[in-house]
């Protein structure tokens, strides 16, 4: 081969080669970009928050001065409405899933249709939830705005999530489970009660501590239904009035006083300690049922 | 189990008889449960329709003046019922966000599915999901209180509420969507493919860009789309960080109002039941339901054609 040409050669695979390389540093900067993104939020978040947060901070209600407030209220009203939210979506969301995974009848119409809504449900933005519960719950069924709409609401927002996690986890249960405990005369439903679910269970039980993480989180469907931001009194029963602490959240954020911005990220800290806490839970069980 | 099914039955064979009546009736409990999700469905559409008409009833407003209008101001004295600025206001959040989340998300994808050793996968992916795990209200105090300050320094004529530190957040909070939808469509081209490229002596850019993504471009292009309707929806972080000013505009720097926002602005307010301004936001909620389930339907086609390529 003559030099030249060799040469030529040469320079191109030089230059496809340090194309190749610079893709893959940008590559590389991209996804080093967004772990820059999360650290440097949660850094700066924490770092104002962290001081905020004290346990006067913890056990007062909100206040009009800014040293004074605290989350009180707030994490007691998250708390009932997961609890409630909780109570009511998770029996719903696992029969729900039971009957769309062991029930279903091959090309059923309805199964399908089924399906196809509850994924459809998944992309509906969180607010017309909101919507549906202020008409539904709020208005229709007399609740007012209290406690009981909002985790009504929640569990409506949330089932989707529920069924499509319940459903993989029962996918994963081995079919030759099911066909031994039908060779011992089981019943369908006692293969199902007895065999099916205890195996899922680790799966179900991380979807479902990951779909309440997203209703701690949530905020919009609330603030919709009407959810106030000023409580000065601790919620007694499911049908006292409100607030939660995305909402709080929201409200010290939109003060322009600094002392209530400080508040905001104190309340922040105790938001994502909780759902830190959630979510560890979540891998651990996850963890366990791999095994 | 072909020792279950009748010979010559139209039964599955998954189809084991219930044949105790308990049994029945469990079976109809866990379709109950299924069906309240129909019923969901059923009730926004229902919920928002009726009072989307009783707005346009009550309030005289025609459905071409309210889609064509340009002007929003409902709480007026002199009413305005052009939705045309909060359209414009959620569009500019949409595609700002897809600007800061495409690029990235897809050199993500690219990244974790291509290039990455598994021990930066195992790192880098739940990193991505603890990104998407963070309240969208934290997004809107971050934007607020440190994104539009830092900014402010660069862009002098930047306002306090602006589309564009909204956009970004909701950019980095979409972004965790797009990538793990991507990766999904990237890890499913097959193999052989990829391996026919580098046999002919490709390096790996000429193997992703021109075989892998041309593959993978309906999967991408379906999560694009879905992140679209993700950022549409988006609620908290845009009320907080892009402001309450309805503004047919396509400047980033000024304070624009997007449909979630506005019904959060209503329903925080102190309006009563009933009354025109009421009745707005469930015309705004069947406008912005009817948008992003509009998205949604036209990725689900386009996953479902793309799936029956290599299935």
């Known amino acids: ?291 | 189990m072909p020792i279950l099914s009748k010979p010559g039955s139209s039964r599955p064979i998954d189809g084991v008889p219930t044949r105790l009546r308990s049994e029945k009736f469990i079976r109809f409990l866990c379709f109950a449960c299924a069906a309240i999700s129909i019923l969901t469905t059923l009730g926004i559409v229902l919920v928002l329709s009726t009072e989307a008409i009783a707005f346009f009833t009550k309030s005289k407003v025609t459905p071409a003046e309210f889609f064509l209008g340009t002007e929003w101001s409902p709480t007026f004295n002199d009413p305005k019922f052009g939705i045309v600025p909060l359209v414009c206001g959620t569009a500019l959040i949409t595609v700002g966000a897809c600007v800061v989340a495409v690029p990235i998300g897809i050199l993500t994808a690219i990244f974790l599915s291509e290039y990455a050793h598994p021990t930066v996968r195992k790192i880098a992916k739940p990193v991505l999901e603890l990104l998407a795990g963070i309240p969208t209200v934290v997004y809107g105090y971050i934007a607020l209180v440190y994104l539009t300050p830092g900014l402010r320094t660069f862009i002098k004529e930047l306002e306090v509420f602006n589309a564009l530190s909204g956009s970004i957040v909701v950019g980095i909070m979409i972004l965790p969507l797009v990538s793990s939808l991507c990766e999904d469509a990237i890890s499913a081209v097959p193999k052989g493919l990829r391996e026919g490229g580098y046999g002919l002596g490709s390096t790996k850019l000429e193997v992703t860009s021109k075989i892998v993504l041309p593959s993978a471009l309906s999967g991408i292009m379906a999560a694009v789309i879905l992140a679209m309707s993700r950022a549409v929806g988006e609620t908290m972080a845009v009320t907080l960080a892009a402001g309450q000013t309805p503004n047919v505009t396509a400047d980033y720097r000024q304070s624009i109002q997007t449909m979630t926002s506005y019904i959060v602005q209503i329903s925080k307010g102190d309006t009563p039941t009933g009354s025109i301004p009421f009745l707005t936001i469930f015309a705004v909620g069947a406008t912005l339901f009817l948008i992003t389930m509009g998205l949604n339907i036209v990725a689900i086609k386009i996953v479902r054609k793309y799936r029956k390529v290599y299935a």
């Open chain 1, 1 to 291: 081969m003559n030099f030249l040409l060799l040469r030529r050669l040469r320079t191109r695979a030089n230059r496809r080669w340090v194309k190749d390389k610079m893709f893959e540093f940008l590559c590389q900067l991209s996804v080093l970009l967004a772990v820059v993104i999360l650290i440097s939020l949660l850094w700066s978040v924490f770092s104002t928050g962290f001081g905020r947060v004290s346990s006067q901070f913890l056990t007062s209600f909100p206040s009009r001065i800014p040293q004074n407030a605290g989350v009180k209220a707030a994490i007691l009203g998250s708390l009932w409405v997961v609890g409630i939210t909780a109570v009511v979506a998770i029996p719903i969301g696992v029969a729900a899933a039971v009957y769309l995974e062991e029930y279903k009848i091959r090309d059923s119409k309805l199964t399908d249709f089924i399906q196809i809504n509850i994924s459809n449900l998944a992309g509906v933005p969180s607010i017309v939830y909101g919507l549906l519960g202020l008409e539904l719950f709020v208005r229709l069924a007399g609740l007012g705005r209290s406690i009981l709409a909002g985790s009504l609401t929640m569990t409506l927002l949330i089932l989707p999530m529920v069924i499509i996690v319940s459903q993989e986890a029962l996918k994963a249960v081995p079919r030759t489970i099911r066909e031994a405990s039908y060779g011992l005369g089981a019943t369908r439903w006692q293969t199902i009660r007895y065999q099916v679910l205890p195996s899922a269970l680790p799966g179900i039980m991380t979807g479902i501590i990951l779909s309440l993480s997203r209703a701690i989180g949530e905020s919009a469907p609330l603030i919709t239904i009407g959810a106030v931001t000023y409580i000065s009194s601790i919620p007694e029963g499911v049908n006292d009035r409100f607030t939660v602490l995305p909402i709080q959240i929201f409200d010290w954020s939109s003060r322009p006083q600094k002392g209530f911005q400080d508040a905001a990220a104190g309340a922040i800290v105790v938001l994502l300690a909780i759902l830190l806490v959630m979510n560890s839970l979540a891998i651990i069980l996850r963890a366990r049922a791999r095994r």
